[in-house]
Each structure stands twice: as structure tokens, then as C-alpha cells.
């Protein structure tokens, strides 16, 4: 287990130091770093890194491809690489918005900013999220967090609240 988590770690640092390319630009007055990431394909889902809430455990294997072939099967997005993840067995990958028609929030909130632990989601559309570690869904309103230090104003949201690990 350790050694998964150890490559699946080792993986990500390479990933980040050869495949990515980090551009910083200025919008009204903030800093912006844009982040060029190899294509993730989680369980023939698409996603990022920012986007897969996956726990290391539930992963069953990870195949990095970096060549001409990856560009070819997958087009122009796969030019920084392909990561495909393939979870193990009874790990249930849900989507946005089937999650949320799954933990019952009405369709008229749809449109409402997503977060996870009081943190937004930086794109639902390529959120993917294992069930298993999901406590609940609800519609709150609170202080939205754009970042670990980064508050917003309060405001009405959907929150996914994630089961918490326990500590040995």
C-alpha cells in the first residue's frame, strides 16, 4: 500500500515538473496561474487533478502515456500526456450533476456554485467523486472558500461534505 501511494505521488511531482507549463497573468489586479495538465481519464471519465476526489487506496492501477500514439488516440488535449486511473472493484464514481440528483438537491439549485468542504470546486463539470467517502449533500449558506486562505463573501451554495479519515 505504501508503495502505491509512494508511485502514485512520485507520479504527480513528475507530472508536474516535465508535462506542465504554468503561466501567470494578471486579472483585475489578482494574480492567475493557469496550470497546462496532462488529460486525467479516471474510469473512462475525464477529469484533472483539481477535480478527483479519489482516495489512494480505491485505486487499483495508474499507466502514464507520453507519446505521439497518446496525442493520436485522444487528440490535441492529450499533448501533455495521458493518465489514465482505474479504480478497484466497488468504487462508485459519480458525476456532477447525477450527484446531485442522486443525494436528492433540486433541480432549481443546480445553478448554484459547488463546493467540497466549504471549498469551490474549481469546475463541477469534470468533478469526479467516489460515493463511498461522501457523508452528505446539502444546499448552505456560509462563508464560500475560493482557496485555503482565500474567503469569500457569505453566500448560498451546495456543499459536499466528505466522510473524515481516522487517525490511527
Do not use: C, H
Not at 52 to 77: H, Q
Amino acid at each position: 500500500m505504501k508503495k502505491l501511494i509512494f508511485s502514485f505521488v512520485f507520479l504527480l511531482l513528475t507530472l508536474s515538473l516535465f508535462s506542465q507549463k504554468m503561466i501567470a497573468r494578471r486579472q483585475n489586479g489578482q494574480s492567475d496561474i493557469v496550470v497546462e495538465q496532462p488529460l486525467i481519464i479516471v474510469d473512462s471519465i475525464e477529469s484533472d487533478f483539481y477535480n478527483m476526489k479519489i482516495k489512494p487506496d480505491r485505486i487499483e492501477s495508474i499507466d502514464v502515456l507520453k507519446d505521439s500514439a497518446s496525442v493520436a488516440n485522444y487528440g490535441e488535449r492529450a499533448k501533455y500526456g495521458v493518465v489514465i486511473i482505474r479504480p478497484k472493484k466497488g468504487t462508485e464514481l459519480v458525476r456532477y450533476p447525477a450527484l446531485l440528483k442522486l443525494f436528492n438537491i433540486p433541480e432549481s439549485q443546480f445553478q448554484l456554485k459547488l463546493a467540497i468542504d466549504n471549498i469551490q470546486v474549481r469546475d463541477a463539470s469534470k468533478l469526479v467523486i467516489d460515493r463511498n467517502d461522501i457523508l452528505k449533500v446539502d444546499v448552505i449558506t456560509d462563508v464560500l472558500w475560493y482557496g485555503p486562505q482565500n474567503a469569500g463573501p457569505e453566500e448560498k451554495y451546495i456543499n459536499i461534505e466528505m466522510k473524515k479519515d481516522k487517525k490511527p
